[in-house]
């Protein structure tokens, strides 16, 4: 069974409630949220040189762009690169997202670029958007129902924000969510860890990356 990193924030009585209210078998009780299709695409959220910096501890990747996370990017992308990678290697789709905020003037400035190590395939879609969810003002649950898809695995950042809105809007426009949560990261600690919890109580499924890989292999197209 995965070990799942809000663990440590937990009560005993926040443990007893989970339990006792199902959430940690069946989710969401007021409509499914665990499962998972035979269809998947993975999503990568805004991995650009803005958010991730460069490899070095935050409170200096800050100095750069207020937006940067530094090495907890960098944590989490090897293992991104790696998932990507195994998706590609059994032929499943891979799909970017790219946020455009509204203080740049130039979409093509560097900053907006996705960092190189995970850097698209040709022939692999980049979805601009402006605000946190990938759903919101653009044309990806329209590319989701044209190619029949009906898993969205997430990966990217950052999980309170827009990780979870977009996590939300898939399973809301009925797909299975997976969060690999090797995967996903933020830059305040607790928020990552909340994040998921909520995230795996009410809309997704969060799992460990080898159990997403394990996943995507059984689907193999």
Known sequence: MVEHIWEDLLSEQDKQVITAA???EGGAASWESRGVGDNPVVLVID??????GEDVPILE??????TAMGHIAWEAMDHISEFLDTAREYGHPVWYTRVVPSSYEDPH???????EPIVPKPGEPVIDKTYASAFYG???LSRLVREGIDTVVIVGNSTSGCVRASAIDAQQNGFDVILPQQCVFDRIEASHKIGLLDLWMKYADVVDVDEAVEYLSSVDR
């Open 47 to 52: 991995m650009q040189r803005l958010i991730v």
């Open 138 to 140: 653009t044309d990806l």
């Open 61 to 66: 990747a800050v100095k750069t762009h207020r």
């Open 22 to 24: 199902g959430y940690d």
């Open 109 to 115: 400035h560097e900053d907006l670029d996705i960092v």
